[in-house]
T-cell receptor, first 114, second 110 residues
Framework: DAMVIQNPRYQVTQFGKPVTLSCSQTLNHNVMYWYQQKSSQAPKLLFHYYDKDFNNEADTPDNFQSRRPNTSFCFLDIRSPGLGDAAMYLC?????????????FGEGSRLTVL | EDQVTQSPEALRLQEGESSSLNCSYTVSGLRGLFWYRQDPGKGPEFLFTLYSAGEEKEKERLKATLTKKESFLHITAPKPEDSATYLCAVRRGSQGNLIFGKGTKLSVKP
């Protein structure tokens, strides 16, 4: 059973048209991440939540925002997508409790910008 | 600056031809080195965590090892279903965020 679910799997948008990607988890993990991954590149951390505390990476563009209304859900908003924002967006979770510390990833949302 | 470098970028093997993937890292205060497998169009899938030099972990045809500067993912007698991109990541800092390498794309031909 899928534990981290991302929707939509594929999103096509026009240049400048806002997009929202969603992530839900059934693991009750308190830490959630959003990564951006471009073709043949390393996943790049955009931001993460430690419980309700929001942490923005220094080089994450202002065009990207996030919301976490509760433990289970997290959203990535791209206010005015540019061609350079076309990528796979990965949501991941982990527990801050006793564990091996691994991240559990969703299947990703692939964004195309026309 | 914390950095993770994986080599080679791509590796093509014949079925049964064993080999190793390399992950070298520079990070202050390593708090774990992680290996993930990523299939095309999918999210990464966790394989191993290593915490200290000398540690080894095994899973089927895969074996991960760790030194103070690098980690190796050894693949013994690979099969076509082992074809994927293998990502290495290091965990740093109190927040525990992972820094990923670009990965090694492995292709195993029958």
């Amino acid at each position: 059973d899928a534990m981290v679910i991302q929707n939509p799997r594929y999103q096509v948008t026009q240049f400048g048209k806002p997009v929202t990607l969603s992530c839900s988890q059934t693991l009750n993990h308190n830490v959630m991440y959003w990564y951006q991954q471009k073709s043949s590149q390393a996943p790049k951390l955009l931001f993460h939540y430690y419980d309700k505390d929001f942490n923005n990476e220094a080089d994450t563009p202002d065009n990207f925002q996030s919301r976490r209304p509760n433990t289970s859900f997290c959203f990535l908003d791209i206010r005015s997508p540019g061609l350079g924002d076309a990528a796979m967006y990965l949501c991941a979770t982990r527990t801050s409790g006793r564990s091996t510390g691994e991240l559990f990833f969703g299947e990703g949302s692939r964004l195309t910008v026309l | 600056e914390d950095q993770v470098t994986q080599s080679p970028e791509a590796l093509r093997l014949q079925e049964g031809e064993s080999s190793s993937l390399n992950c070298s890292y520079t990070v202050s205060g390593l708090r774990g080195l992680f290996w993930y497998r990523q299939d095309p169009g999918k999210g990464p899938e966790f394989l191993f965590t290593l915490y200290s030099a000398g540690e080894e972990k095994e899973k089927e045809r895969l074996k991960a090892t760790l030194t103070k500067k690098e980690s190796f993912l050894h693949i013994t007698a690979p099969k076509p279903e082992d074809s994927a991109t293998y990502l290495c990541a290091v965990r740093r800092g109190s927040q525990g965020n992972l820094i990923f390498g670009k990965g090694t794309k492995l292709s195993v031909k029958p």
